[in-house]
């Protein structure tokens, strides 16, 4: 249920059945931002040649294979201990990667210290793009006419770091959930072609785009956004957007509550506030404070 507790919604219709509901717009959008997630993911295969990932080095490399590795016999219902077995890895290293999403998350970008090949980085650079498969001993051959005096093992280790690699950025599913949710007035100028560019990537891709447009316009109480809700859910149901879609049965199954969000001014700020002080109160108090102590300091002004 979209922002509220079913049992509380239950309790309250019991006990005032005259009493307006209204679900919390931020939670709304929160479960949508969940579900766009899920979405953008399952259309990773269309969106993610607008802008790949970079090579990499040897440990993204290895990183990225042992995710691969370890989410497809996940995937193929093997268990965590034997996927252990299987890999010839730690047990806590098997559950560390499961817990993953996506295996961008474990790159982690190191502080690396200088050295005598940074001076030639642009020369590798340009080099490495122009020709990926450029043998390092060419390179070495090169640099040194440039005046490089390191050794060889030095520059293989400034390539296998990846330190040579673009700037290109790497757009993960949750850059792409980013850019779709945020308001196209707040993106950054750069960040625009980029969203048009995966939002045509696929036909599934462009409706979840229109919907989260849709959706947000929503979010703004006025006259008549419960009649455009329905219309909102009748499109969803026309796409196939399976985790949408989920979202729509769930406000249906609260439908008045958030009919009442969408239509009528109140929020749910002041209540959030009054829970907020509540925790903050206990937290001062190590979670030593008996009930009176606790009703006491809550009633203070």
Known sequence: MPGRSATYAEAVR???????????????????????????RA?????????????????????????????????????????????????NTVKRYARMPEPQVLRITPTYRPTLV??????????????????VTRLLTEI????????????????????????RPVTTARHVSRLLLTKPGNLHPNETPLLQKI??????????ASLIRGFAALLTPAEGNDVKLTEWITQVRSVDLPHI????????????????????PYHNGRTEGVNTRTKRIMRQMHGRAGFDLRRHRILLP
């Open 199 to 208: 939002t045509a990537s696929c036909p599934e891709m462009t409706a979840l």
């Open 43 to 91: 259309h990773a295969g269309c969106w993610a040649t607008i802008n790949p990932p970079r090579p990499g080095g040897v440990h993204e490399q290895t990183t990225r294979d042992r995710w691969n590795k370890i989410h497809d016999l996940l995937g193929h219902g093997v268990g965590l201990l034997d996927c252990a077995r299987r890999l010839n890895l730690a047990l």
């Open 14 to 40: 019991r006990a005032l059945p005259k009493a307006v509901q209204v679900s919390d717009r931020w939670h709304l959008w929160r479960n949508l931002c969940a579900k766009v997630l899920l979405e953008v």
């Open 245 to 264: 879609r989920s979202l729509t049965n769930g406000i249906e199954i609260d439908r008045s509550a958030v009919d009442s969000a969408v239509t009528l």
């Open 144 to 167: 040194r006419e440039l005046g490089y005096t390191g050794s060889a093992n030095l520059l293989v280790r400034y390539l296998n770091q990846g330190r040579a690699d673009g700037d």
């Open 118 to 135: 940074g001076s030639y980085r642009d020369h590798l650079r340009a080099r490495r793009a122009a020709d990926p498969a450029v043998p």
